[in-house]
């Protein structure tokens, strides 16, 4: 899955990477609102799923999410923030987004919301990339290379050769 994350606070920021990295998500960290919808906006950049926070400079998350709604972005979106006010619930929730979570919160709890919006989102179910003969898992994080009828040579993957030949994937040439 690949994650954008839109976090001003820099060590929250790069905790965040750094845990969902290991868990091996493909993670692309930014820390203003604008720069949030030009990586959203970039036709080479495919999202499964943003985490952003309220408070932003730039754009506020609230209008990043707004923003994405009203283009029909189908997107799962999690708020993060210290807005901790059922007012402020409810208006992230109208907002657009699909989850909130309120700062400080547990690494752990973050990691199950995001399983959560998985189950939820059909799109986010782990799939396969086929390019060819070659099959990238995104469940079992394996690579295979189907050389004849026979059975596929499958490779097992560290979290740095999957996001390389995922990106390697889409853009083939």
Partial sequence: MRILLVEDEPDLGEAIKRILTQKAY??????????AGDYLENQWTQYTLVIFDWLLPGLS???????????????????LTAKDTEADKIMGLDAGADDYLVKPFGMGELLARLRALQRRSPQLQPQKLQVGNFILDYQLYTFSYQKSLIQPLTISLTNKEFQLLDYFLHHPN
């Fill in 26 to 35: 493909i993670v692309d960290w930014v820390q203003d609102g604008m720069e």
């Fill in 61 to 79: 998350g609230i209008e990043l999410c707004q923003k994405l709604r009203h283009q029909g972005s189908l997107i799962p979106l999690l708020i």
